[in-house]
């Protein structure tokens, strides 16, 4: 096969470039634990209210200050529609679906995941800016899509 | 005309309707966007639009045209009929009772489940019996493609497949090998539990099966593009392929690296482990570069032939190519655009960083730049070349022609920038109303989304533009005698023995090792899992 000189240099750059954008990702996942919300458990759509993971909505704070923050997606709200978490704790979301699947994404913020009945959403974040959050569904989920939301209050800590 | 050129024509014809209908669709999705208070504006015209627009656009359009234009390379380069022209007229027919049958229930409200159908939204069965249909109809091509090569070949044993025939073979063989994905997730999964003989479906399991055939979906639609940017463009701006074999070793390259992919579609999913969604990354990036090859090739094709038509000096051969010619620049300005919407795949793929931009603005930002621009843009020109040398017929309102490809531009500037910046901002996609209650977050959103319908308005007029242009040559065009079509010479010539890049039974079973590395087990592991079925929910 023959090959042009510039062409061997093209690829030789390209290939190079596409080693470093593996690297980047490799350096981001071994050495910040970064990655995807990838939380595996299922859990019966059709009895996440009575669940006892889902049982008690809403925001509970542990010993070592650490959030946990458990909502149940519906169509067309996200039941909490507001939580207060601290600011600069870790704080994990645990979100599954009642009904249809869902998005949960913190408006501004790479908090985001989708919420798909018959399994558990979980990741964990912490905000670093108090302030007052949008969290909308970004997964199309019936006529009322557009209005499904909630609100998040991140609160300085004393 | 001959009996090839009739089918060609005859899916044409099916794909310019549905490109029409679903730019029509797209119209009421831009004024929505601009928040006019229009009377039949209702959120579930909306969503029934953007379904709508979804499916005619990237499954009944792309898949019509590309049918066409298979047939042409067959007849046009192998110099032979199609083998087997019962299936062939077969395949249009089922495919064509299929997108009726499927645009008929999404017309009529009964499957508002947008063009990814994600259970457990629930359509009517006639929705997913349609789409069914649709791709039966393609197999059929398949099939006639895969003969009418195999004929070729028993009387050309030693000689190297023509190369635009070689490119709509890899697409051939990504299609087959991509649509059992979604074959599977249909026919188990959705049609019986949409008819109640089932009670519930695993979304999870149906996601993973869509995203194995959502991918590769990409590259059947553009592989065809980029033989008519290999095969064709070169010689419509008066110069040579660049390289001939490298522009072979791209395809077979998609054939290896299209489908292993998909999970990366699916990387806020829950239910799917990060390991994976790493190793789908990997492969995902691997397949950037027969891509970079290709803005290397195409692009040195043009500098030769603006170089041929006397350039001399470091960049004066752009300005001798043939810009006021339609298919030279629907081409040269969807590569433009397609470079841009490269980057931004390259963005969506970076396992963390996909999270800021998941399902916002930005996704569709990103796609219209590709299978809108790079796809659609370029089939738009190569209409505007194929249409006469089928029909017989000179190209009527070739001035509305000639402005159309930049008013696509424009429009494409416009909307998918403002996307862009408005899906890094968190605005969601698909949305009817971006208001969030008066939400003072969502109201920074509100300029730019003012921008993106302006984008839309000027899209629909090349849109429209474009559909004057073909009905009134299909209608009232000039009979001409039939004009050849000539495909790109190389710069050097080809080599007379076929090689390794030929040899497409290896690369076939080379790529279904790797799909079996990359999906293999993890569907296995999914499957032992407790899972639990969810019942079906119509919320439109």
Redesign the interface.
Known sequence: ????L??KI??WA??L??VA??A??TV??AGSA?????????????SVWNDPRFAKRGVSVDEHGRATVVVIAM?FAFQPAEVHVPANRPVTFRVTSA???H?F?I??T?????????????FTTTFRTPG???I????????????M?AKLVVEAQP | MTRSDRLSLAHFWVAILAFGAASAMAFMQALSRASLDLPWRSAKMYYLSVTAHGVLMALVFTTFFIMAFGYVVVSRTLDQEPSGMKLAWAGFWIALAGTVMAAATVLAGRATVLYTFYPPLQAHPAFYIGLTLVIVGSWCWGAVMLLSYRSWRAKHRDQPAPLAMHGMMATVIVWFIATIGVAAEVLLQLIPWSLGWTATVDPVLARMLFWYFGHPLVYFWLLPAYVIWYTVLPRVAGGKLFSDPLARLVFVLFILFSTPVGFHHQFMDPGVSAGWKLLHTFLTFAILFPSFITAFTVTASLEVAGRMQGATGLVDWIGKLPWREPLFSSVALSMILFAVGGIGGAINASFGMNAVVHNTAFIQGHFHLTVGSAVALTFMGASYWLLPRLSGRELELGLLARVQPYLWFIGMMLFSFSNHITGLMGMPRRIYDASYGGSTIAAAWKGLTGVSAVGGLFLFASAGFFMLVMIGTGLAGKRTAVQPIEWAEPLHPVAAQRTWLDRYWVWTAVAIVLVLIAYAYPLWIHLQMPRYGSPGFKPF
């Open positions: 096969m023959n090959v042009h510039y062409e093209w690829m390209s290939g470039l596409i954008f593996l980047t990702i981001g996942v970064l990655q995807p919300p990838s939380h595996v458990e299922t859990i019966d759509p059709t169509m009904d249809v699947t998005g994404e408006v501004g790479n908090g985001n995941t989708m919420v798909v009945p018959g399994y558990v959403s979980q007052e959050y949008l909308v569904c970004n997964e199309y989920c019936g006529l009322s899509h557009h209005l939301s």
